[in-house]
């Protein structure tokens, strides 16, 4: 019998189940409460979506074990004052459906099976999750304090919902997007937006596939061409983010020696919520 895992969970976090309009069958949503939410009377705090919710607080429940440490990283910034106490709510993936909810395009290196549905994410986060948190926890309405993130297609899907509803998020956070999907889509759909969120921030590591030790020459060298590709995807990004007509404020941060897992996205965390949510963030451009 296999030993009772122990929540790694810090301070208060709260389920929400729903029946989702949008997608098939129930979803589940883990809202983190920062420190004094229940000693603050009516105040309404700043809000961070994250999808992969299941990875967003506990080792309980992340992928193999690891988690994004979310809480721990936002506790020690609103204590230590580098951000606001906001709220921040892990939407749960849709287990082996996610690369169809996330994706808008296929993965050319991972097709995808079944129907690509990631043109409903944006209507599955404003029509049932947002009006379901909206409705049991005193968050902001003001899309200025509203951010949306996620990593991999996670990246991908709040890539997508940036460029495609500015107008509900004003701040995304998209780590190690999968940059590859549509064949190169994302970025020519990045070149054409007119406007953003407010804020951006993109993470990518330097070594986002790991090299298996012992490869041989032409696998690794394959391996290397990728990694470097996906760092020139994300300046890529940057660089077409930054030439819309309202461009956002981006921030972009190449970690050379970064993996693609749950350790580089909070090792880098700490950076995105301070630029995403500190007090610089506060003025509108």
Not at 54 to 78: H, K, M, P, S
Not at 220 to 243: K, P, S
């Amino acid at each position: 019998m296999a030993a009772a895992c122990h929540s790694s969970i810090v301070g208060t976090v709260r389920t929400i189940t729903l029946e989702s309009k949008v997608f098939p069958g129930e979803r589940k949503l883990r809202v983190w409460l920062p420190p004094g939410y229940e000693a603050s009377g009516q105040r309404r705090y700043p809000v961070l979506y994250m999808l992969d919710g299941q990875n967003a607080f506990d080792t309980c429940t992340g992928y193999l074990g690891q988690e994004w440490t979310l809480d721990e990283v936002a506790t020690r910034l609103i204590t230590s004052g580098a951000i606001p106490p906001i709220v921040i709510v892990g939407i749960d993936n849709a287990g082996a459906q996610r690369a169809n909810e996330y994706l808008p395009y296929g993965d050319p290196f991972n097709p995808a099976n079944g129907k690509l549905e990631g043109d409903r994410m944006a209507a599955f986060l404003s029509g049932d999750v947002m009006p379901a948190v909206g409705a049991s926890f005193r968050v902001s309405s003001d899309p200025s304090e509203i951010g949306v993130g996620g990593s991999s297609y996670g990246g991908i899907a709040t890539l997508h919902l940036a460029l495609t509803n500015p107008q509900l998020f004003g701040k995304a956070l998209i780590e190690s997007p999968s940059l590859q999907a549509g064949n190169g889509q994302m970025l020519r759909d990045a070149a054409d937006a007119a406007t953003l969120p407010d804020r951006v921030y993109i993470g990518m590591g330097g070594e986002e596939a790991a090299i298996p030790p012992g490869a041989p020459v032409p696998i690794r060298e394959r391996i290397a061409h990728i990694n470097n590709g996906l760092v020139i995807g994300a300046r890529r990004l940057r660089d077409r983010l930054a030439d819309a007509l309202a461009p956002p404020v981006v921030k972009l941060v190449i970690d050379p020696t970064a993996h693609h897992g749950e350790a580089a996205w909070a090792k880098r965390l700490p950076a995105a919520l301070t630029f995403l949510f500190g007090h610089d963030a506060a003025v509108r451009r």
